[in-house]
Every structure is written in structure tokens, then in C-alpha cells.
T-cell receptor, first 112, second 110 residues
Framework: EPEVTQTPSHQVTQMGQEVILRCVPI?????FYWYRQILGQKVEFLVS????????KSEIFDDQFSVERPDGSNFTLKIRSTKLEDSAMYFC??????????FGPGTRLLVL | DAKTTQPNSMESNEEEPVHLPCNHS???????IHWYRQLPSQGPEYVIH???SNVNNRMASLAIAEDRKSSTLILHRATLRDAAVYYC???????????FGSGTRLLVRP
């Protein structure tokens, strides 16, 4: 069964550094999403992306965040200058033409 | 964003049915009712969704009240692998983003 993959599984970085989280959505899916989950808290929507454009974003997704689909397979989330409060599990999801979002296993980001 | 209310936790015995309730009294006519679950240390996983009619799939059944103000996710025979946090989410017609609440933590006893 096709699945969403994410790399790396864990990332440790210093405050102020840039990080790029990578996702390979299910092929032939057209809609892509990033969510995050701070430890012990709810899963939070960050951004949705379709046709090489952001279609919706939350208040969390400020100028420090950006998303890109650099080629036909990868979907990336960049955090330009990480803060301590960016430490969280980041989940990528993709969707075809139906309702279902398929989530990846996540990248655990720790900002020191 | 439309809100849902779920019990914080529920317990079940293995191989018994489980009924997970969800209240969504402010639902609008075009909101879809979604259920996702999150197993420990994993990403959310789709379970089922519906609009007005009851739905069945290989994982579960979704029973939607006639007035749509509540719904129930039914796991017909709980297994240990079903221990997870179950989220009832309303997906608004204007957006495909999923707004997760706190969900119901399901404990399955052997």
C-alpha cells in the first residue's frame, strides 16, 4: 500500500539554525499538508499546498516557515531560524481527489 | 472552526465492541464528519468519514444521528492494536484542513 514517507525521523538543531524537513507524498496525490504536534499537545494544522501554491495557512505559519515542492516527488517544510518553541513532531500529509489525508510517520525536531 | 466534544478516555475489553461518541451540535449542513486515530508514537491515521448516512468500512462503522449533532464510531471487535487516541473532526466545506481536538484515549484490556 502506498505511504507517505518523511526524512529525517529525528533532527536536533541549535536555536537560530535553518532546518528543512522532507516529505515524499503518495504519488499522484495533488494536495499536501504540514501539521505539527508539540509533545503532549494537540495536532495543529500549519499549511496546505496545491498546484505549487499555499492554499491555506494557520497563524503558526509565519514568515519563518516556507514550503516548497522542488521536484515532482518531494514536499519540504523549511524553518528559517528555529526557536526553542519549534520543537515538535512535524507530520506531512497528502490527499488525492477524495477526503482522506494520509499522514507520514513524522519528523521529531528538537531545538536546543 | 466547528467544535466537537469527546470523552477524554474510554476503556474496553479485547474482542468486545467499542462505541466512541462525539458531539458536534454546531455542525453545518455541509460539514463532513471525520474520524482519525493516532497510535502511540505514530502519525494520525484515517479511520472513516461520513456526511449524513451511516458508513461502514473494513476498520469501523460510523453512525450519524438523524439531526447530525452527534455521531458514534463503532469498532466491532477491539484488539490491543486499536489502543490509540481517536479524533472526531468536522471538515468544513470551504477547507480541507483538519482541526484536531484532544480526542478520546481508548484503552483496550486483554
Amino acid at each position: 500500500e502506498p505511504e507517505v514517507t518523511q526524512t529525517p525521523s529525528h533532527q536536533v538543531t541549535q536555536m537560530g539554525q535553518e532546518v528543512i524537513l522532507r516529505c515524499v507524498p503518495i504519488s499522484n496525490h495533488l494536495y499536501f499538508y504540514w501539521y505539527r504536534q508539540i509533545l503532549g499537545q494537540k495536532v495543529e494544522f500549519l499549511v496546505s499546498f496545491y498546484n505549487n501554491e499555499i492554499s491555506e495557512k494557520s497563524e503558526i505559519f509565519d514568515d519563518q516557515f516556507s514550503v516548497e515542492r522542488p521536484d515532482g516527488s518531494n514536499f519540504t517544510l523549511k524553518i528559517r531560524s528555529t526557536k526553542l518553541e519549534d520543537s515538535a513532531m512535524y507530520f506531512c500529509a497528502s490527499r488525492g481527489l477524495g477526503e482522506t489525508q494520509y499522514f507520514g510517520p513524522g519528523t521529531r525536531l528538537l531545538v536546543l | 472552526d466547528a467544535k466537537t466534544t469527546q470523552p477524554n478516555s474510554m476503556e474496553s475489553n479485547e474482542e468486545e465492541p467499542v462505541h466512541l461518541p462525539c458531539n458536534h451540535s454546531t455542525i453545518s449542513g455541509t460539514d463532513y464528519i471525520h474520524w482519525y486515530r493516532q497510535l502511540p508514537s505514530q502519525g494520525p491515521e484515517y479511520v472513516i468519514h461520513g456526511l449524513t448516512s451511516n458508513v461502514n468500512n473494513r476498520m469501523a462503522s460510523l453512525a450519524i444521528a438523524e439531526d447530525r449533532k452527534s455521531s458514534t464510531l463503532i469498532l466491532h471487535r477491539a484488539t490491543l492494536r486499536d489502543a490509540a487516541v481517536y479524533y472526531c473532526i468536522l471538515r468544513m466545506d470551504s477547507s480541507y484542513k483538519l482541526i484536531f481536538g484532544s480526542g478520546t484515549r481508548l484503552l483496550v484490556r486483554p
